[in-house]
């Protein structure tokens, strides 16, 4: 009788000394998970609406082609887009009355940009 009383007295407590243990060790990595994951999502965030004001504030083709951000503008464009951003043609569109070759190939960074977007769930 006495066995029982206290195997009802110490299982309970062991098993709750047991997941008191793991949650305390489990808890801090599932936080840093969450954590780590929430930055890589602002760091998208951030590149891409960096990439948008680089864009929308350059003068010329050059201030693109030399900024910071073209590192990360080049490596996600296509061989085509990459053509037409360094050559006069765009493959994507005619030359409209009034649009640039600069506007043109503005454009075509941002639907870039806009695709990256989607890829990466933003």
Excluded at 7 to 28: D, E, F, M, N
Excluded at 37 to 53: M, V
């Amino acid at each position: 009788m006495e066995e029982v009383e206290f195997a009802k007295i110490v299982v309970p407590a062991v098993v709750g000394l047991i997941s008191g243990a793991v949650g305390s060790l489990v808890a801090p990595w599932v936080n840093w998970r969450i954590e780590k994951k929430r930055k890589q999502i602002e760091y998208k965030h951030s590149l891409i609406k960096i990439a948008r004001e680089k864009i929308d504030n350059a003068e010329t083709i050059e201030d693109i082609l030399s900024s910071s951000i073209w590192g990360f503008i080049d490596s996600n464009l296509t061989n085509q887009e990459t053509s037409s951003i360094s050559s006069g043609t765009n493959y994507f569109q005619t030359v409209n009355d009034g649009m640039t070759q600069l506007h043109m190939k503005k454009q075509v960074i941002s639907k870039m940009l806009n695709r990256v977007e989607k890829q990466w769930g933003l």
